[in-house]
């Protein structure tokens, strides 16, 4: 069995508490908002609410995974959101009961919404290493900046 370098060490760490801040920001922000995608009440669900549940929460999860992880984050960020909202549809299907006037999601229509989800942490998270980065490519920001100034030196 091999050892794991102190420098992946670190990375592994710094992933796995960008994650767990990820998942306590997405689940405590469905508690506040009062939003459970995995219960249909009808056409009245999808409120201001809802849209904020679906599409602001998650973009500020990714954009926080983004920053704690470094670079490398927008493909760390997908996984709160899917790990929130699983616990949430199998906590609601199998421990607690279902309310009178509600019916549990289809697991097609609720592997919808989460997707959507998803998708909104993707962008949260690119966003989040454009502001670690402070801009947007492949090329690590050290030699970029170096290439700067090397052209700047070379127009004198």
Same mark, same amino acid.
């Given at each position: ?44 669900? *999808? ?12 973009? *500020? ?17 997908? *996984? ?77």
């Amino acid at each position: 069995m091999s050892k794991l370098t102190p420098l992946t060490r670190a990375r592994f760490f710094n992933g796995l508490v960008a994650v767990i801040m990820g998942c306590a920001l997405n689940y405590f922000g469905d508690r506040l908002l009062g939003v459970k995608i995995e219960l249909f009440r009808g056409i009245l669900d *999808f409120n201001g609410l809802w849209v904020i549940d679906m599409l602001v929460l998650p973009f *500020f999860v990714g954009v926080l995974v983004a920053v704690i992880f470094g670079l490398g984050g927008k493909w760390l960020c997908y *996984f709160p959101p899917l790990i929130v909202k699983s616990i949430g549809y199998l906590e609601s299907t199998y421990i607690n009961t279902v309310p009178e006037d509600t019916s549990i999601m289809p697991f097609g229509m609720w592997a919808l919404y989460v997707t959507v989800v998803m998708t909104s942490a993707a962008f949260g998270g690119v966003m989040g290493e454009i502001m670690v980065k402070k801009t947007y490519g492949r090329s690590p920001q050290d030699i970029l900046y170096k290439q700067r100034a090397s052209n700047r030196e070379g127009d004198i």
